[in-house]
């Protein structure tokens, strides 16, 4: 497994990352175990949490995700794991946080009630990588940063970064830190895949210019690249199944016809075709696609069995060939943003 460096910060993981957002909700803490088991085995040394996780949000078993990565670490060498988290923020959406009533902003408040729960429940003194959810552009980003400066002077936090943020707000917190002094976002993690490549349009140049990584989540799609709903399928337990059910709400609704429409399955069955011309898994295309951006650090995979884990960990020794690349490129030029 290669590594790589957080921004400019002085640390270096994995360059596959295991997400754990499924961990206390499809996942029972035994499965949880195994995967996180076999992913370290097999190299991993980057893992991803939040304390709203598991997903999707509700009340009834938030913050389960880190006490479950809490358990499991005890015992363990805590210093050869890169463990990342986040503070919710207000949320996007359906994303609605279930964590703190009048959450309504990232202010010095609601961080300090955040970390403080987060490390409780990971049962570790210290976040590698600590990161804010979702954007809060209207309470800007003075307080937040000084906030999470303050975290990283106290050893509670050695590196800092974003998520789901936009052009305007990683330059806005990159202008904030420097005025200030404060420290600045080493990482953004969003959305990022062969059918959501908008991170090119702007922030890959961001990223290569202000130094900072990408660590993109939903490297296949959702689960959409798999190619379990090509043909109209709709898989028993698999999320976007769910989301377009006829009694799911708007919102899930408007979530899954984002993942799942024409386009995006289109996609899919092309790169199915081109995943069977090399002879690889289509899974282990996106993931090797994802990490051979210059602007990644680590990718984010999830997997809800060994089973599913064994395509993604296959793309950590696999590098995509000059004519491989330009086909997936011609793939995106007939079906443009398949997400929307």
């Given at each position: ?43 991993i040394d980057f893992l991803d949490t939040a304390e709203i996780y598991p997903v999707p949000p509700k009340t009834e078993w938030v913050h389960r995700t ?62 590698d990588l600590y990161q804010t959810h979702w954007p809060d552009h209207d309470f800007g980003y003075e307080e937040t940063l000084q906030t999470l400066t ?33 420290s600045r976002y080493q990482t953004i993690q969003n959305n990022f895949s062969i059918n959501n490549r908008r991170f090119e349009d702007a922030l890959a ?136």
């Open positions: 497994m290669q590594k790589r460096r957080l921004g400019r910060s002085g640390i270096v993981v994995s360059e596959i990352c295991l997400g754990t957002m499924t961990f206390g909700s499809q996942l029972d803490k035994k499965t949880s175990f195994e995967i996180l088991d076999h992913a370290v085995e097999h190299g880190e006490e479950i990565l809490g358990e499991w670490l005890q015992g363990k060498d805590r210093s050869s794991l890169t463990i990342a988290s986040k503070v919710a923020g207000p949320g996007h959406g359906w994303f609605k946080p279930p964590v703190r009533s009048g959450l309504t902003s990232l202010d010095r408040h609601h961080i300090r009630t955040a970390i403080e729960g987060s490390l409780r429940r990971l049962q570790t003194d210290y976040i303050e975290l990283q002077e106290e050893g509670k936090v050695r590196v800092i970064g974003s998520s789901n943020e936009t052009e305007w707000g990683t330059m806005k917190a990159n202008q904030v830190a420097a005025e200030h002094g404060y140049d961001i990223c290569r210019r202000e130094g900072m990584s990408l660590l993109p989540y939903s490297p296949i799609g959702g689960g959409v690249l798999s190619g379990k709903y090509n043909g109209g399928q709709l898989p028993e337990g698999a999320r976007f199944s769910e989301y377009l059910r006829p009694e799911s709400g708007e919102r899930q609704k408007i979530m899954g016809r984002r993942f799942v429409n024409d386009k995006s399955l289109a996609t899919t069955a092309a790169l199915m075709e081109l995943a069977a011309e090399i002879g690889i898994d289509i899974v282990t295309l996106a993931v090797a696609w994802s990490k051979q951006h210059d602007f990644v650090a680590s990718t984010i995979i999830g997997a809800n069995s060994i089973e599913q884990l064994q395509p993604s960990l296959a793309a950590a020794d696999y590098k995509l060939s000059e004519d491989v690349l330009k086909k997936i490129d011609a793939i995106s030029e007939k079906y443009p943003y398949p997400m929307g």
